[in-house]
């Protein structure tokens, strides 16, 4: 099965945040990116926001 992921150091940030998520559907680790952008106010739950979000995604285990 494929995992998922995305860093958030690969969003530039003056709060240099250092939290990676993961999780087997893109689905699942796109709300969970959503929800932890929003909670950390860097952003709004828009569409446009989780088009960018989604487009960071990469395969597998860990950020390369």
Do not use: W
């Not at 860093?7 to 929800?35: G, H």
Request: charge should be negative.
């Amino acid at each position: 099965m494929a995992r998922y992921c995305i860093d958030c150091r690969d969003f530039p940030s003056n709060i240099k945040r250092t939290v990676a998520l993961f999780a087997d559907t893109k689905e699942a680790l796109l709300e969970a990116a959503m929800e932890h952008a929003v909670r950390a106010r860097v952003c709004e739950d828009v569409p446009a926001v989780r088009a960018e979000l989604e487009e960071a995604f990469k395969q597998g285990m860990r950020r390369e």
